[in-house]
């Protein structure tokens, strides 16, 4: 595969544009085909065959576009579809899951009281059963499906602070947050909240994603197979998805930049 060959990065929305961006921004010299899957959003409350449909079919799309690696920038497709991705196809399928190791390793040995917060599909899924299984013995571990979160990036709502602080108040006012250590943003389009989850949080609260180790990831898995673009490459990113509507489009170049 040509060094120059795009890296494909799916979401089931809007979502994964996070990475994108931070993909663009990490590794500047490579070309990005982003492909959101909004026409047929939200993967979360789907059953595990229709994201795994659905993900096979956005692939196999890259695969005729040459693409030399694909980054799932959803944590529900990895987790429906991502082994099932990597025995059909020689190229790297790199995935995601919500970062509760590292939220867990930010206690430096001690107990963690950590919320997951991730769409439904994800949380039940049993991908995420073994992480809890390895980290809900010696730290604390409340699960949060959110998905009024994903609805409001996908409609464009999240400048409107009433509706993205009531939807925060509705699933988090039952917590202690005091008393949480940190919160694991487990959904690619919780990303874009981040602000205001520190505003909404307490400050000793750690607000955790997995981004940044996606991105490493998929850096020393193209180092190793000599395919990271040369560095005189001028990189770029190409944004498309299933809903060509033009809300969709401009509101996916705002979230990108």
Do not use: W
Request: glycine share 6%; with cysteine; net charge negative.
């Amino acid at each position: 595969m040509s060094s120059s060959a795009a890296i494909g990065v799916f979401d089931s929305g809007l979502g994964g544009i996070s990475v994108a961006r931070e993909i663009r921004s990490a590794m500047p010299n490579e070309h990005i085909l982003y492909f959101g899957d909004s026409a047929n959003a939200p993967y979360g409350i789907k059953t595990p065959e229709e994201v795994k449909k659905l993900s096979f079919a956005i692939v196999e799309r890259f695969v005729n576009l040459n693409v030399k690696a694909v980054v799932i920038a959803c944590n529900t497709a990895t987790s429906a579809a991502v082994k099932d991705l990597r025995a059909h196809y020689d190229i790297p399928i790199i995935g995601m899951e919500p970062a509760l190791k590292l939220a867990c390793d930010l206690g430096k040995g001690e107990p963690q009281r950590v919320i997951v917060a991730a769409t439904e599909l994800t949380l039940r899924e049993r991908k995420f059963a073994d992480l809890l299984q390895r980290f809900s013995q010696n730290n604390t571990i409340f699960s949060r499906p959110c998905p009024d979160l994903v609805r409001i990036v996908e409609q464009g709502e999240l400048g409107n602070r009433d509706i993205v602080f009531a939807a925060l108040h509705k699933y988090f006012d039952d917590y202690d947050l005091e008393s949480i250590d940190s919160v694991v943003l487990g959904c690619t389009h919780f990303i874009f909240y981040r602000d205001y989850f520190r505003e909404f949080l307490p400050s000793n609260v750690n607000i955790v994603d997995g981004n940044a180790g996606t991105i490493n990831h998929l850096r020393e898995v193209l180092f190793e197979r000599s395919e990271l673009a040369p560095q005189t490459e001028i990189g770029s990113i190409t944004l498309s998805n299933s809903d060509t509507s033009n809300r969709i489009s401009v509101l996916s170049k705002t979230l990108l930049n």
